[in-house]
């Protein structure tokens, strides 16, 4: 019985980790699509050709984009240590669970961070009339956090996607041992 519970929730959490993966990645594409209307391409600054109501729009859109990374992640972070707690696959034995284990929890200190300033942003467009250039300011702060390494980050949450269907590193017992040791 104890088997078949932590089959059944083993199979809750990995589901619970794809979908809501799927909506944090999704979520996250979306928010840097958004946010690219900000800024210019040549340099590193933000347009100042906006008009005001569209760019209220735009933070809008990167709030809602904002709520739904925040919440995925948060369920994409419970449900993988839910998994990996719940899971019979050995670490030892399974090269590519370890690989995507660490490539997930490394950054897990830098997502809560960015997440942290992604609900300051929600916050403050929510209050009131929003103060577009201290949602300037936040939104900056959250593109300049860490500096490259929450690029890093989705570069590594990707890898993770081919490691998992491929499973590279992985122990495959020989027949032979098999029967000499039985």
């Not at 209220?56 to 998994?83: C, E, K, P």
Request: aromatic residues 12%; contains cysteine; hydrophobic residues 50%.
């Amino acid at each position: 019985m104890t088997q078949l519970l932590e089959s059944r929730s083993n199979k809750i959490a990995l589901t619970l980790l794809v979908i809501a993966g799927i909506f944090w990645l999704g979520g996250i594409n979306i928010r840097t699509l958004i946010g690219n209307e900000l800024l210019d391409y040549d340099q590193f600054d933000f347009r100042t050709s906006i008009p005001p109501d569209r760019e209220n729009t735009l933070f809008q859109m990167l709030s809602n984009a904002s709520l739904v990374v925040v919440i995925s992640y948060f369920i994409v972070l419970v449900s993988a240590i839910w998994f990996i707690a719940t899971t019979k696959l050995k670490m030892k034995e399974n090269g590519w669970l370890l690989m995507s284990a660490i490539l997930f929890f490394m950054f897990v200190p830098v997502e809560v961070y960015t997440n942290y300033l992604d609900i300051r942003f929600m916050l403050l467009f929510q209050q009131g009339p929003p103060n577009h250039d201290e949602l300037l300011r936040l939104f900056g702060e959250r593109i300049g956090a860490f500096r490259g390494v929450p690029v890093i980050a989705i570069l590594c949450y990707y890898t993770i996607i081919p490691i998992v269907i491929f499973k590279p590193l992985r122990k495959i017992k020989d027949t032979n041992e098999e029967k000499k040791a039985g």
